[in-house]
């Protein structure tokens, strides 16, 4: 079962930048598609970025798409998420996700069994 640990989040002001990271342990990276979510508060948990488990394949919401990258580095078992021209609706919690995949990417909350703490991003007006 695989644990996960997002860092990088905290208080920006709008037009500015944060990378994200998480790290896994207790299991094989390359075995999993990876998700990244958010939560803003009094809102649902809504899909940001997935990329499959070799990283050939990526996908992004619209809300985000031109302004973020999510990538993966196997070999340190992280997953990254950069988000560049942040503005205050980005403000939320920014969770990442896993589920044991062959090729496949996933966008829905449901689809993903493991989950991190969340890593909290506040963008500033």
């Known amino acids: 079962q695989v644990q996960l640990v997002e860092s990088g989040g905290g208080l920006v002001q709008a037009g500015g930048s944060l990378r994200l990271s998480c790290a896994a342990s207790g299991g094989t990276l390359s075995t999993y598609a990876m998700g990244w979510f958010r939560q803003a508060p009094g809102k649902e948990r809504e899909y940001v970025a997935a990329?499959?488990?070799?990283?050939?394949?990526?996908s992004y919401a619209s809300s985000v798409k031109g302004r973020c990258t999510i990538s993966r580095d196997n070999a340190k078992n992280t997953v990254y998420l950069q988000m560049n021209s942040l503005n205050p609706e980005d403000t939320a919690v920014y969770y990442c996700?896993?589920?044991?995949?062959?090729?496949?990417?996933?966008?829905?909350?449901?689809?993903?069994?493991?989950w991190g703490q969340g890593t909290q991003v506040t963008v500033s007006s």
């Open positions: 996700a896993a589920r044991m995949s062959r090729g496949i990417l996933y966008v829905a909350v449901r689809s993903y069994d493991y």
């Open positions: 990329i499959s488990q070799s990283g050939g394949s990526t």
